[in-house]
């Protein structure tokens, strides 16, 4: 009987913090061997002159969700987690969204249902909570804390979900006690709603709008309030989705001064700006999401936090619409930019879009690349050890990629329900050939071979934010937490339900 079920043979692998010629065995789903020379295996894949990678974890995706403002996103469990692969990305992490009338139990059951019935690649959830009323406080965060849920998503705008400060303090002091992460999308709804206001009084309706109701000056006063919430409390905070100079300046600063604060990117913010939201008729629509893309100046801030870890999560924020009245044009011609579905599809495209103008084009190494897309993803979320690396005793995750494919985006090769591209046309420069998820070749001459219903809920442990013994949660955040909430941070996580790693490779997430 042969040792290993599969052998992906001559490869260079890489993790997020080197890369090496090796064979990588697997047996049971699991990475059993990592050497030269494994023996044959039932199954074996030549990577010769090709890159074999920790598959991506896209941390911030919307499936399946009805948005804030009533609209049903386009893509399910199914058709998002197959794009996903087809990506190189083998682990997901969406919202289970609660609207402020729901029952937070509910809505997890019924998330849990869609997933386990439709997603082809591992999976887990962030809980989206719109009311935080003492049920939701006491009882049922706690409770699905506790089922491996361990990461809430709050809103400081837009009308059904905003919380004010008062109630984020709330969240806050629950995830300090209840050692959760608590990510948060960071603008001040009074200064987009005054804007707004004032632009659709004047007549201004186009898409282009949007991005000035959005404006800069609106993300970094969030952001930075948020920041200072979470100091307060001393807990530690992620911030979704940064897009502009001034918010990326002000978190590097609270990071230079200690704050636990963490924060996240997204491919719009590199390769779009808000001149794509001024095209023809209304074509501006497929480029509109929130915060809006910015300008030049914004995408050289944002390359720049990349590289140096002020921004060390590279999500998709997958929000996908079709450009029709389901979605981008609820009132057709005369939809303006406050009605418009906000978001755009990025799930397929965001490991291809960094690996082509990250590290093909110089700007980032090959492990960078790494941390950003998986590695620091299952470290923020839970997942290290299991996730997001190439290491003995982790799930068999990785993609087998060739450097030297050229590839020009068209909308009609990718597999998400949108039906365009924001990316249209553009021509990237390697590309993920084989995915392979827990040891079975998902993903394969461009074909998939997942069954519907195959990828596992991810019960996730606490975030190496809360409970790294590196010290990634400071003096200053613990002092202050002594005085308000009675837990014990510097407690080191009980590893139980992961399994060993092997080396520490989460360079960029050390506070700095
Ligand atoms: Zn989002």
Redesign the pocket.
């Known amino acids: 009987m042969e040792e290993f079920d599969l052998v992906v043979r001559d490869g260079w692998v890489a993790t997020a913090s080197e890369v090496f010629a090796a064979d990588v065995g697997v047996r049971d789903g699991v990475i059993t061997a990592i050497a030269k020379g494994l023996l044959r295996a039932k199954r074996e894949i030549n990577a010769s002159e090709r890159w074999v990678l920790p598959g991506g974890i896209d941390s ?1 995706c ?1 499936v399946e969700q009805l948005s804030g403002m009533g609209i049903m996103c386009v893509d399910d469990f199914y058709s998002a987690t197959v794009a996903a692969a087809f990506g190189g990305t083998t682990t997901i992490i969406p919202f289970a969204a609660q609207h402020r009338e729901m029952k937070i139990p509910d809505v997890v059951a019924d998330y849990a249902k869609r997933a386990r019935e439709k997603a082809v690649i591992d999976y887990g959830f962030h809980l989206i909570l719109a009311n935080p009323d003492e049920t939701a406080l006491n009882i049922d965060l706690p409770a699905v804390i506790r089922e491996g849920i361990t990461s809430l998503k709050v809103y400081m705008t837009y009308d059904k979900l905003r919380l004010d400060d008062h109630q984020l303090l709330d969240v806050l002091a629950v995830a300090a006690s209840e050692q959760a992460l608590v990510m948060v ?1 960071a603008e001040n709804h009074d200064i987009i709603r005054w804007l707004a206001n004032r632009l659709l009084a004047r007549g201004h309706k186009a898409p282009k709008f949007h991005a000035v109701a959005h404006d800069p000056i609106a993300e970094g006063e969030a952001t930075n309030r948020a920041i200072a919430l979470s100091r307060l409390i001393g807990v530690p905070l992620l911030i ?2 940064v897009s502009a100079r001034e918010a990326i300046e002000t978190i590097r600063n609270a990071k230079q001064r200690g704050a636990a604060v963490y924060a996240e990117t997204c491919p719009q913010y590199l390769f779009l700006t808000a001149d794509d939201l001024d095209r023809n008729g209304l074509e501006g629509a497929m480029y509109c999401c929130s915060p809006p893309p910015r300008d030049k100046d914004s995408q050289d801030a944002v390359w720049a936090g990349l590289k140096d870890g002020t921004l060390p999560i590279f999500s998709s ?1 997958h ?1 996908p619409y079709r450009f029709d009245k389901t979605g981008k044009l609820p009132k057709g011609d005369a939809t303006t930019f406050k009605e418009m579905a906000n ?1 755009l599809p990025g799930i397929e495209l965001r490991m291809p879009l960094l690996f082509s103008e990250g590290v093909m084009a110089g700007r980032l190494s090959l492990q960078e690349f790494v941390a950003l897309t998986s590695t620091n993803h299952a470290s923020m979320y839970g997942l290290t050890g299991r996730k997001g690396a190439i290491t003995i005793g982790a799930d068999a995750d990785f993609a087998v990629w060739n450097p030297n494919r050229e590839v020009t985006v068209t909308a009609s090769m990718l597999h998400d329900n949108t039906g365009y591209t924001p990316y249209e046309g553009r021509k990237l420069k390697g590309w993920p050939e084989i995915v392979v998820s827990r040891g079975r070749v998902v993903v394969e001459n461009n074909t998939l071979h997942a069954e519907r219903g195959s990828g596992q809920f991810l019960k996730r442990g606490t975030s190496d934010a809360l409970s790294s013994p590196e010290g990634i949660s400071v003096a200053e955040a613990r002092e202050a937490l002594r005085g308000l909430v009675d837990v014990g941070m510097e407690d080191e996580r009980s590893q139980t339900s992961l399994r060993p790693r092997r080396s520490p490779t989460r360079p960029t997430l050390t506070c700095r």
């Open positions: 911030h919307h999308h979704v989705h924020d929000a978001g």
